[in-house]
C-alpha cells in the first residue's frame, strides 16, 4: 500500500491564484481530514469527510473548499490565494475501529505534506 | 471547545539525558489521547491512550494518561539524537464529531551529541 499520498510536495502561488492540492488513500478509509501547520501552531483542521459525499468544516475552512466524490481522493481547493494560506497542507485518514459493538477511534495516518507559499 | 496545552514548546537536552514532555487537555466527553512525532515530514503515530494508569511502552518511550487530572506526559529515556523531532498531543473526544483531533503546539525536543 501506499498509504496516504499527496501532491504537490511544493508550490507557490500568486495573490488572488487558484489551485488543488491532491490526497489520495489506497488503505479504503472512510474518513479523511486536511490540516494545515504553521511553524509553533500545530495542526489546525480544515476541512474532515466521514464517507463519500460527506464533507464538514473544520476549526479554520475559511478560504478553502473540498469536495469528496470517491472514497480514496479528498482534494482541497484555494480559490483566491492570500498569504496568509502560506502554510504546510498535511492530508490525513483513519479508519473507526468497532469493539464490543461500539465504534471507538483510530489513530489517523498522515501524508507527506505540501508546502504551499503565497507571494 | 476542545483544549489541549503541551509543555514545555521546547527543549534542549544531551544524549543519554531522560526527558518528560506534558500534555494538558480540556475536551468534552474524552475519548482518547494520541502522541505523535514529526520530524521533517508528516506525523508518525505513537501511542494512543484511552484508560488512566495503563502504561504504553514502545522501547525507550512510554507514555501514561491521568483522567482525574486531565493530563498525559510523553517519557524518553536514554535520549539519542533520532530522537530530535516535534512530538504533538491530541485529543478526541466521543460526542458526534468523536473522529476529529484537537492538536496541540507540539512541543520541540532537541538531543545534542
Known amino acids: 500500500n501506499a498509504g496516504v499520498t499527496q501532491t504537490p510536495k511544493f508550490r507557490i502561488l500568486k495573490i488572488g491564484q487558484s489551485m488543488t492540492l491532491q490526497c489520495a488513500q489506497d488503505?479504503?478509509?472512510?474518513?479523511m481530514y486536511w490540516y494545515r501547520q504553521d511553524p509553533g501552531m500545530g495542526l489546525k483542521l480544515i476541512y474532515y469527510?466521514?464517507?463519500?459525499?460527506?464533507?464538514d468544516k473544520g476549526e479554520v475552512p475559511n478560504g478553502y473548499n473540498v469536495s469528496r466524490s470517491t472514497t480514496e481522493d479528498f482534494p482541497l481547493r484555494l480559490e483566491l490565494a492570500a498569504p496568509s494560506q502560506t502554510s504546510v497542507y498535511f492530508c490525513?485518514?483513519?479508519?473507526?475501529?468497532?469493539?464490543?459493538?461500539?465504534?471507538?477511534?483510530?489513530?489517523?495516518?498522515f501524508g507527506p505534506g505540501t508546502r504551499l507559499t503565497v507571494l | 471547545e476542545d483544549k489541549v496545552v503541551q509543555s514545555p514548546l521546547s527543549l534542549v537536552v544531551h544524549e543519554g539525558d531522560t526527558v518528560t514532555l506534558n500534555c494538558s487537555y480540556e475536551?468534552?466527553?474524552?475519548?482518547?489521547l494520541l502522541w505523535y512525532k514529526q520530524e521533517k515530514k508528516a506525523p508518525t503515530f505513537l501511542f494512543m491512550l484511552?484508560?488512566?494508569?495503563i502504561e504504553k511502552k514502545s522501547g525507550r518511550l512510554s507514555s501514561i494518561l491521568d483522567k482525574k487530572e486531565l493530563f498525559s506526559i510523553l517519557n524518553i529515556t536514554a535520549t539519542q539524537t533520532g530522537d530530535s523531532a516535534i512530538y504533538l498531543c491530541?485529543?478526541?473526544?466521543?460526542?458526534?464529531?468523536?473522529?476529529?483531533?484537537?492538536f496541540g503546539k507540539g512541543t520541540l525536543l532537541t538531543v545534542n551529541p
Open positions: 490525513a485518514s483513519s479508519y473507526p475501529r468497532t469493539s464490543g459493538g461500539l465504534s471507538s477511534y483510530n489513530e489517523q495516518f
Open positions: 488503505m479504503n478509509h472512510n474518513y
Open positions: 469527510s466521514v464517507g463519500a459525499g460527506i464533507t
Open positions: 475536551v468534552t466527553n474524552f475519548r482518547s
Open positions: 484511552t484508560s488512566s494508569g
Open positions: 491530541a485529543v478526541s473526544n466521543s460526542g458526534g464529531s468523536n473522529y476529529k483531533l484537537t
